[in-house]
């Protein structure tokens, strides 16, 4: 059975929840006999309130809390810029704070939250170990938003991309160029997202009467020296068996498969094509510009703020709590038709 929240309680007992916020807080505010309805209904449903409710009840200070995996991330910007574009026309600011995959923030959002800072939080998640912690925190009453969330799963509100869809639209764009030895240069294969990208790539494949290969599907890990070792060893496969086309799971990986290739002498698109995933800035800029696939990095922002203010707002005819986003290929320079294998 979920936890009761701030408005389970206020609708049980036919309150606001900034009536029970007050409650909670001890508020002076609250006249004796609504503090006893509000207790009553907590104590027949057993509910204990979390330091996250009770903090929130502090206040709203006007300040939604933005949590991000390293502002080096290069779409991190898009996002935030997606964020901010809702948020400056309300009477809400940003309180930015980041992280790596190296360090658990979880320590600090327990600080943030129980400090009372912040009325809402909008978390960019690349790791499934703080969300517990996050999901704990979203029934003890916080307003919470997650954004692309990189594998990370959970039942928390959120905005992203459909990247089952940018595998597909990926496999089909190089099937249709002539290519049917297709190799995938994945990420780590436990995260939901690379596995949903491969899923689309190998049903592209299906589609085309074609079952997916082993030897083809590579597991890289995040390691660029991994990426750079495995697009060697697909190299040294024979004529017969070597890709004609590589699939990067995001664009960096891709740009490290290109150097690769232009070191060992393969010619882009002549010899190989290559295609990535993101369409960051400097997919359009690098030699061949990368097709890819483009995920809307701004609007995913701007949904999940507009899912926040809603929460925060208590206005359940606002946007729906799980947005997925379409996704665009973006076709340039690195992909050609499959070249003939002797």
């Known amino acids: 059975m979920a936890k009761l929240t701030i408005r389970d309680i206020a609708r049980l007992s036919g309150l606001s929840k900034s009536t029970v916020s007050l409650v909670l807080n001890e508020s002076p505010k609250v006249d004796p006999a609504t503090r006893r309805r509000v207790l009553a209904v907590m104590e027949r449903h057993n509910y204990v309130p979390s330091f996250a409710a009770t903090a929130l009840a502090r206040g709203n200070t006007g300040l939604i809390g933005m949590i991000v995996p390293g502002l080096t991330w290069r779409f991190i910007a898009d996002i935030n810029y997606g964020v901010a574009k809702v948020v400056e026309n309300t009477k809400y600011e940003i309180l930015l704070f980041t992280s790596t995959n190296e360090r658990d923030y979880g320590g600090a959002i327990d600080r943030v939250v129980s400090s009372g800072l912040c009325a809402g939080l909008i978390v960019v998640a690349h790791d499934q170990q703080p969300m517990d912690r996050l999901v704990d925190l979203h029934h003890g009453g916080m307003a919470m938003v997650l954004v692309d969330t990189l594998g990370a799963e959970s039942e928390l509100p959120a905005a992203g991309a459909d990247n089952y869809s940018g595998g597909l639209l990926a496999g089909r764009h190089l099937l249709g160029l002539g290519h049917r030895r297709i190799a995938s240069i994945l990420g780590p294969l436990d995260h939901p997202y690379v596995q949903e990208r491969r899923r689309g790539l ?141």
Do not use: K
Request: glycine share 4%.
């Open 202 to 342: 190998r049903d592209a494949l299906r589609e085309a009467g074609l079952e997916p290969e082993p030897e083809l599907d590579v597991d890289t890990g995040f390691e660029d020296a991994v990426i750079r070792t495995r697009t060697r060893e697909l190299l040294q496969l024979p004529p017969d068996r070597r890709p004609t086309a590589l699939f990067a799971y995001h664009d960096s990986a891709a740009f490290t498969v290109l150097d690769e290739l232009a070191m060992a002498g393969v010619r882009v698109p002549e010899d190989m094509s290559v295609i990535g995933f993101n369409d960051i800035d400097a997919a359009a800029h690098v030699r061949p510009a990368l097709t890819t696939v483009r995920q809307p990095f701004a609007e995913m922002g701007r949904r999940a703020a507009a899912i926040l203010l809603t929460a925060l707002d208590d206005n359940p005819s606002g946007e729906s709590q799980r947005i997925v986003l379409p996704i665009e290929l973006i076709v340039r320079d690195s992909t050609a038709p499959a070249p003939e294998i002797h």
